[in-house]
């Protein structure tokens, strides 16, 4: 059973830095990444990158986010920068191997001044 444990949200003022680190237990996964979500909207796809190391984003983080993955340790980081407060969202762990889907439990990033 695959666990994802995230650690390092919290509250930023615009234009600040936070970074994400997500570590998984067991197998190394193929794909892993990031989701966020707001209240009353579906959880959006922010940053994914595979085993190998290709990465995708979706277009407002583009330039300003930058996912990274340390396969020895099975852990995946995201460092956000320049943060604006519609980044403001539970930021959500994600994982994939086998066709099956792996969730954390979310951290709260807020971006407030």
């Known amino acids: 059973q695959v666990q994802l444990v995230e ?3 919290g509250l930023v003022q615009p234009g ?4 994400l680190s997500c570590a998984a ?3 190394i996964l193929r794909i892993m990444g990031w989701f966020r ?13 595979t085993r190998e190391g290709s990465a995708r984003y979706v277009n407002s983080v583009k330039g ?13 980081y995201l460092q956000m920068n320049s943060l604006k407060p519609e980044d403001t969202a539970v ?11 792996y ?5 709260q990033v807020t971006v407030s001044s």
Do not use: E, H
């Not at 979500?37 to 990158?49: D, H, K, S």
């Not at 969730?103 to 951290?107: A, I, K, S």
């Open 7 to 9: 650690s390092g949200g």
């Open 16 to 19: 600040g830095s936070l970074r």
């Open 25 to 27: 237990s067991g197998t």
């Open 37 to 49: 979500q707001t209240p009353g909207n579906q959880r959006q796809l922010v940053a994914t990158m």
């Open 64 to 76: 300003r986010f930058t996912i990274s993955r340390d396969n020895a340790k099975n852990t995946v």
């Open 91 to 101: 930021y959500y762990c994600y994982g994939q191997n086998d066709d099956t889907d």
């Open 103 to 107: 969730w954390g439990q979310g951290t």
